[in-house]
């Protein structure tokens, strides 16, 4: 087995007596694209920061690179690629303006770094935006920017904070196929993501942080089958309904939620839990038959209340 990229052993972080990173343990593999899910709060974000040498660890042993961040930070740097949640890029400054600078931030020569830049507008779909200025570009426009700029450097490993956040969803899809083919060229991807679709698109492996702790690991399917029965079917009721039926529903499926604006039902046979509403005479007014999907997956394992 390949030493991997990244490993943590019991990795922790506190802020003062908040608990923000509990002794959680990962490997992330060269080629990779590997997933943090979570919500907020979960740990993620303190995780990150971590890998990427913007806060010491407090407990517990990380590797990158096969680099020890606390007196290697440098050398773990110069090999990484980061692109943050929130949009950064110097509006005063063109598109390729924005990717210069960053390459100077790298000791990279002026003629790497023009090379890089045709590349890596051309590979953003940004090349006919080159001398424009960075404030009127849209948001796709700019998170494709943000993208390209992590990568003058050629990085072994990018880092994506949300990448896709706030975005429409043609945006959206242009950003994973673009990231698609980074993964496919050989880069080590590191992904954080409310879009449960995006972690099922992108990532080869992912864990699922709650409260600082891992509680659950593997790739996309393999964590549907193992958490989720096959199936889901949603009913919605007429408005008061729902209390009054409720108690009917139990043993339908193999798991039900009874949620303000409807029921959700968890089975391996969509088909036989209606016939089976049926025969107890429950009649909703909406029925929706679907797979059982990431998302679901990701609401048993860390509940569904909002976290601030």
């Known amino acids: 087995m390949a030493e991997p990229l990244v490993q943590a052993r019991g990795l922790t972080k506190r802020f003062g007596d908040f608990l923000a990173v509990d002794a959680i343990d990962f490997d992330i593999a060269k080629?990779?694209?590997?997933?943090?899910?979570?919500?907020?709060?979960?740990?993620?974000?303190?995780?990150?920061?971590?890998?990427?040498?913007?806060?010491p660890i407090t407990e517990g042993k990380l590797s990158v690179f096969g680099f020890d961040p606390a007196t290697e930070g440098r050398e773990i740097r110069?090999?990484?690629?980061?692109?943050?949640?929130?949009?950064n890029l110097d509006l005063e400054l063109t598109v390729a303006e924005n990717l210069y600078v960053y390459g100077r931030y790298h000791d990279m020569d002026r003629a790497r770094i023009r090379q890089r830049t045709e590349e890596l507008l051309e590979f953003a779909q940004l090349a006919d935006r080159a001398k424009?200025?960075?404030?009127?570009?849209?948001?796709?426009?700019?998170?494709?920017?943000?993208?390209?700029?992590?990568?003058?450097?050629?990085?072994?490993?990018?880092?994506?904070?949300?990448?896709?956040?706030?975005?429409?969803?043609?945006?959206?899809h242009l950003l994973w196929d673009r990231l698609y083919r980074l993964k496919r060229e050989g880069a080590t991807l590191i992904i954080t993501t409310h879009y449960m679709d995006e972690a099922e698109q992108l990532c080869d492996r992912l864990v699922v942080m709650d409260k600082g702790k891992i509680v659950a690991e593997g790739s996309p399917p393999q964590l549907i089958s193992q958490h989720a029965p096959r199936e889901v079917v949603e009913l919605r009721f007429a408005e008061g309904a729902i209390d009054d039926i409720a108690l009917r529903l139990e043993g339908v499926a193999n798991r039900s939620e009874v949620l303000a604006d409807r029921v959700i039902l968890y089975t391996d046979d969509a088909e036989t839990t209606q016939h089976e509403l049926t025969a107890r005479d429950i009649h909703p007014e909406q029925v929706l038959v679907r797979r059982s999907t990431l998302e679901d997956v990701f609401l048993r394992l860390t509940g569904r209340s909002l976290i601030d």
């Not at 080629?31 to 806060?55: D, Q, R, Y």
């Not at 110069?78 to 949009?87: A, F, S, T, W």
């Not at 990568?151 to 072994?156: A, D, K």
Request: glycine share 12%; hydrophobic share 35%.
């Open 132 to 172: 424009s200025k960075v404030e009127p570009l849209s948001g796709g426009m700019k998170r494709r920017l943000i993208i390209a700029r992590a990568l003058i450097n050629e990085p072994e490993l990018v880092i994506l904070d949300e990448p896709t956040t706030g975005l429409d969803p043609q945006a959206r």
């Open 31 to 55: 080629g990779e694209a590997f997933g943090f899910l979570g919500p907020n709060g979960a740990g993620k974000t303190s995780t990150m920061k971590m890998i990427t040498t913007v806060s």
């Open 78 to 87: 110069k090999r990484l690629g980061v692109v943050p949640q929130e949009d």
